[in-house]
C-alpha cells in the first residue's frame, strides 16, 4: 500500500472552530489531493497541490485552505467549520496528473 | 452530457454469474482510464488500469471504446467479496490534465 497517512481519523468538534486535517506521504509524489465524500455526490475535490507551495482550487474549494510547505505533508484547514462541511474527508497522491491516485484511509469529520 | 457518467445501481447479482459496467465520458480527448473498487467506509483502491488494446487481470476485464467514449469493466464468476461500489475514473486532457471520478456503481453479490 501507498505511504499515506491522514490525521486525525476521526474528529468531532463544533460548528465555528478551527480544523485542520494532515496528510503525510512517503512515497515522494509530486501531486497531492484533497477530496470530500458525502452521499449521493461521490469524490469531490476541495483543493490539490503540484508541488511544494503550488496548490489550486477544486471544485468545492469555498471554506477551505491548504498549504504544502513540504512535499511530504498537505494540510486541508477549515477556519471556522460549519455543519456543512460534516463529511469523509480523502487523501490522494500520485506521481503525475495523468497517473492513478492512491488514497489515504480517510478523517471522519462530525461538526456539531 | 456529464464529464464521466455510471449506472448508479445497486446491480445485485448472484455469486457466480457474470456482470458488466459501463461508464461513459465526455471528453474525446481522455487518455487514461481507471476502475477503482470502493468497501463501505473505506477509502478508494486502484483495481486495474484501463488500455486501449483491452486487459485482463484474472476475473476482471476492462475495455476502452474511444469511438463510443465508454469503458466497461467485467467480472467473471462473481464471488461475495466483489460486493463493492466501482468507481470509474477518466483523465480529461484538456489545458491541464484533470482526474474526474465517477459516482461509482455498487455491486450486490447475492449469496
Known amino acids: 500500500d501507498a505511504g499515506i497517512t491522514q490525521s486525525p481519523r476521526h474528529k468531532v468538534t463544533e460548528t465555528g472552530t478551527p480544523v485542520t486535517l494532515r496528510c503525510h506521504q512517503t512515497?515522494?509524489?509530486?501531486?497531492m489531493y484533497w477530496y470530500r465524500q458525502d452521499p449521493g455526490h461521490g469524490l469531490r475535490l476541495i483543493h490539490y497541490?503540484?508541488?511544494?507551495?503550488?496548490?489550486d482550487k477544486g471544485e468545492v474549494s469555498d471554506g477551505y485552505s491548504v498549504s504544502r510547505s513540504k512535499t511530504e505533508d498537505f494540510l486541508l484547514t477549515l477556519e471556522s467549520a460549519t455543519s456543512s462541511q460534516t463529511s469523509v474527508y480523502f487523501c490522494?497522491?500520485?506521481?503525475?496528473?495523468?497517473?492513478?491516485?492512491?488514497f489515504g484511509d480517510g478523517t471522519r469529520l462530525s461538526i456539531l | 452530457r456529464k464529464e464521466v457518467e455510471q449506472d448508479p445501481g445497486p446491480f445485485n447479482v448472484p455469486e457466480g454469474a457474470t456482470v458488466a459496467f459501463n461508464c461513459t465520458y465526455s471528453?474525446?480527448?481522455?487518455?487514461?482510464f481507471f476502475w477503482y473498487r470502493q468497501d463501505c467506509r473505506k477509502e478508494p483502491k486502484l483495481l486495474m488500469s484501463?488500455?486501449?488494446s483491452g486487459n485482463e487481470d484474472g476475473r476482471f476485464t476492462a475495455q476502452l471504446n474511444r469511438a463510443s467514449q465508454y469503458i466497461s469493466l467485467l467480472i467473471r464468476d462473481s464471488k461475495l467479496s466483489d460486493s463493492a461500489t466501482y468507481l470509474c475514473?477518466?483523465?480529461?486532457?484538456?489545458?491541464?490534465?484533470?482526474?474526474?471520478f465517477g459516482k461509482g456503481t455498487r455491486l450486490h453479490i447475492l449469496p
Open positions: 490522494a497522491i500520485s506521481g503525475a496528473a495523468n497517473q492513478p491516485q492512491h
Open positions: 512515497e515522494n509524489h509530486r501531486y
Open positions: 497541490s503540484y508541488g511544494v507551495k503550488d496548490t
Open positions: 471528453n474525446s480527448a481522455s487518455q487514461s
Open positions: 484501463v488500455y486501449s
Open positions: 475514473v477518466v483523465n480529461m486532457r484538456r489545458r491541464d490534465d484533470k482526474i474526474i
